[in-house]
């Protein structure tokens, strides 16, 4: 099921990826669903595809949550792939994940490693390795508690479980709605983990313009999500995977404030500063957001001195 708004550019990679490996229309449907896009897809995905590939349009824009969940309520098959129109799989995605899934029926879900690519489908980085063979993951649950650590289009989801957890909470507009769901999963069912890394996940410089990411809404959503799986953890780590979760997003928020300020957005720059004490007022990372601050205004007063000595 490929979600889609406005990523034409990107489509056709998307969808020949799939069709690379497409076993027919027998044993996988391919639906692009359309979130109102400014531009109707249907001459670009019969172009690519033919009539092999349906193609659903909302009459009215809802937003990706509510995308993801027509994805999930028109889909027919045993196990749901949703697969962002800007991302993409290599060769064996589907012959691995779908025979670890029909080879243990008590699996909820299986995931692959995945490889981030740029603007240009050029790799730029790889997903952490989390264990060295294929299998079920141990502990998972709260290794995942801490921090997300995989993206949809690395993961198929048995289509029954969704029945069982519920849809994507669309209180999560912007971030989170994704962790909240893998939570969801993990804590009802055990993962099986592919280590090859069979996903791509495009990571583009537009992601930093997000209004989410200017107001720090996004770190807010994140807090929200921890606060819920409070209730998924054992009662004995509850605490400590807590502590840690809030830990890691009041980094993870550092970081991406020294990704504005680079990309010369100073107001975003100081509202992920300012979140990420609101998530985690600990020493370390006091001095982290410290060192942040230091380098935002170093940015903005060396951009305002190259405007001023500008022709």
């Known amino acids: 099921m490929v979600p889609c708004h406005d990523d034409e550019h990107h489509l056709e990679y998307a969808l020949r990826s799939v069709l690379a490996q497409d076993p027919g229309p027998d044993l996988m449907q391919i639906e692009v669903v359309d979130d109102a896009s400014a531009r109707d897809p249907t001459p670009l ?4 595809g033919g009539a092999r590939i349906d193609v659903h349009r909302e009459p009215a824009n809802r937003g990706h949550v509510a995308t993801f969940n027509t994805c999930i309520e028109r889909a027919r098959g045993d196990y749901v792939h949703l697969l962002h129109a800007d991302d993409g799989v290599r060769p064996g995605f589907y012959a691995r994940l779908g025979a670890a899934l029909s080879a243990r029926p008590e699996v909820g879900a ?10 240009h489908d050029q790799w730029t980085g790889i997903a952490p390795l989390e264990q060295p063979e294929a299998g079920i993951l141990d502990g998972w649950l709260a290794k995942l508690a801490t921090g997300q650590r995989l993206q949809p289009p690395c993961i198929a989801v048995r289509r029954r479980v969704f029945d069982v957890v519920g849809l994507f909470d669309d209180r999560f507009s912007s971030y989170g709605e ?11 069912y ?8 069979l996903a791509l996940y495009r990571v583009s410089g537009s992601s930093l313009s997000s209004s989410a990411l200017r107001t720090g809404e996004n770190v807010r959503q994140l807090l929200a999500v921890i606060d819920l799986n409070r209730s998924r953890l054992p009662a004995d780590r ?4 807590t502590t840690a979760a809030r830990r890691e997003t009041a980094r993870t928020a550092v970081r991406r404030a020294v990704r504005l300020a680079r990309a010369g957005d100073t107001r975003g720059a100081v509202a992920q500063l300012r979140w990420s004490l609101r998530a985690d007022r600990s020493l370390r990372t006091i001095a982290l957001a410290s060192a942040g601050a230091a380098l935002v205004a170093a940015e903005d007063v060396g951009r305002r001195r190259r ?5």
């Open 238 to 241: 509850v605490e400590q995977l």
């Open 190 to 197: 055990p993962v099986w983990y592919e280590p090859e890394p």
């Open 110 to 119: 299986a995931f692959c490693r995945y490889i981030a690519i740029d603007e």
């Open 45 to 48: 995905v019969r172009a690519v």
């Open 307 to 311: 405007r001023t000595k500008a022709p």
């Open 178 to 188: 994704d962790w909240d769901m893998w939570m969801r999963v993990a804590a009802s």
